[in-house]
C-alpha cells in the first residue's frame, strides 16, 4: 500500500524500453464547470466533489510511478496536482503558462449567454477558424506557451520516465494537438476531457502518439470551456 510521502513503485518496476510517457490530467469540478460557466484565466476553487475526484484520480495515478509533476498555477489545478503530490511525494512545479486560455468578455458567462451574445464568434470556433473568443487568446497562442512547457520538463524524465501535467480542459487540447503535428484546424476532432481524466501522450520512433484519451472513468459530460 502506498502512503503519503513514499512513491508508489519504483523505475526498476518499470516496463524496460517503453519510452517516456506524458499524462495530462484536467483538474476536478468547479462551480463553474457546473453551472457551465466560461471559465478561462478566473481562478475558480474546486467543489467537494472536485477534490474528491481529484483524490480518486490520484490513487490511480501515483501507481503509474510518476517522475515529475507540473500544473497551471490556478488553484483548480494546483489543488488538484497537490492530491498527487501528497501520496507520491512529489514537489508540483507550478507554471503559468499552463492556465487556460484567457478569454476576455467571454469570462464568466454561461454556455447560453455566449450564443446568445457572440453566437457567430462561437460557430466561427467551432468551424476551426483562428477566432479570439471573446477578444482573448487564439488557440495556437495557447499552444504556443503551453506545449514548450510540457516538453522542456518530458526533455528531463530518466529513461521510461513519466511525467504528470496538470492544467485545464482547452489548453491540453491544445497542447495535444501541437504535439501529435495535427493541423490547428484539427484539434477540435479531439474531444474534451471530463473532469479530472486525463490523456497520455507515448514517446514513439515518430514522435509523440495518443496512447489514450479522457480516461479515469466511466464516459461522463465534458463541463467545461472546452465543450
Given at each position: 500500500?502506498?502512503?503519503?510521502?513514499?512513491?508508489?513503485?519504483?523505475?526498476?518496476?518499470?516496463?524496460?524500453?517503453?519510452?517516456?510517457?506524458?499524462?495530462?490530467?484536467?483538474?476536478?469540478?468547479?462551480?463553474?464547470?457546473?453551472?457551465?460557466?466560461?471559465?478561462g484565466?478566473?481562478?475558480?476553487?474546486?467543489?467537494?466533489?472536485?477534490?474528491?475526484?481529484?483524490?480518486?484520480?490520484?490513487?490511480?495515478?501515483?501507481?503509474?510511478?510518476?517522475?515529475?509533476?507540473?500544473?497551471?498555477?490556478?488553484?483548480?489545478?494546483?489543488?488538484?496536482?497537490?492530491?498527487?503530490?501528497?501520496?507520491?511525494?512529489?514537489?508540483?512545479?507550478?507554471?503559468?503558462?499552463?492556465?487556460?486560455?484567457?478569454?476576455?468578455?467571454?469570462?464568466?458567462?454561461?454556455?447560453?449567454?455566449?450564443?446568445?451574445?457572440?453566437?457567430?464568434?462561437?460557430?466561427?470556433?467551432?468551424?476551426?477558424?483562428?477566432?479570439?473568443?471573446?477578444g482573448?487568446?487564439?488557440?495556437t497562442?495557447?499552444?504556443?506557451?503551453?506545449?514548450?512547457?510540457?516538453?522542456?520538463?518530458?526533455?528531463?524524465?530518466?529513461d521510461?520516465?513519466?511525467?504528470?501535467?496538470?492544467?485545464?480542459?482547452?489548453?491540453i487540447?491544445?497542447?495535444?494537438?501541437?504535439?501529435?503535428?495535427?493541423?490547428?484546424?484539427?484539434w477540435?476532432?479531439?474531444?474534451?476531457?471530463?473532469?479530472?481524466?486525463?490523456?497520455?501522450?507515448?514517446?514513439?520512433?515518430?514522435?509523440?502518439?495518443?496512447?489514450?484519451?479522457n480516461?479515469?472513468?466511466?464516459?461522463?459530460?465534458?463541463?467545461?470551456?472546452?465543450?
Open positions: 500500500m502506498t502512503t503519503p510521502g513514499a512513491r508508489a513503485g519504483s523505475a526498476a518496476d518499470r516496463e524496460p524500453g517503453r519510452g517516456r510517457r506524458i499524462i495530462l490530467w484536467r483538474h476536478g469540478q468547479t462551480s463553474w464547470n457546473v453551472e457551465r460557466r466560461f471559465q484565466s478566473t481562478d475558480v476553487e474546486l467543489t467537494e466533489t472536485g477534490v474528491a475526484q481529484a483524490r480518486r484520480a490520484a490513487r490511480l495515478l501515483a501507481s503509474l510511478q510518476p517522475d515529475a509533476i507540473v500544473a497551471s498555477d490556478l488553484r483548480r489545478a494546483a489543488d488538484t496536482a497537490g492530491e498527487l503530490a501528497a501520496l507520491t511525494g512529489l514537489t508540483v512545479a507550478h507554471d503559468e503558462a499552463l492556465r487556460e486560455t484567457y478569454a476576455g468578455v467571454w469570462q464568466g458567462l454561461t454556455h447560453e449567454e455566449i450564443l446568445a451574445r457572440h453566437g457567430e464568434e462561437y460557430a466561427a470556433w467551432k468551424r476551426g477558424e483562428p477566432v479570439r473568443r471573446g482573448g487568446e487564439l488557440e497562442e495557447v499552444a504556443d506557451r503551453a506545449a514548450p512547457v510540457v516538453l522542456d520538463h518530458a526533455e528531463k524524465l530518466p521510461d520516465g513519466t511525467l504528470v501535467v496538470v492544467s485545464h480542459g482547452g489548453t487540447r491544445t497542447t495535444i494537438g501541437r504535439l501529435l503535428g495535427l493541423e490547428p484546424r484539427h477540435e476532432s479531439l474531444g474534451g476531457l471530463s473532469n479530472c481524466c486525463w490523456s497520455v501522450l507515448g514517446e514513439g520512433a515518430r514522435g509523440w502518439r495518443l496512447l489514450e484519451h480516461a479515469g472513468t466511466l464516459p461522463e459530460p465534458v463541463l467545461g470551456d472546452d465543450d
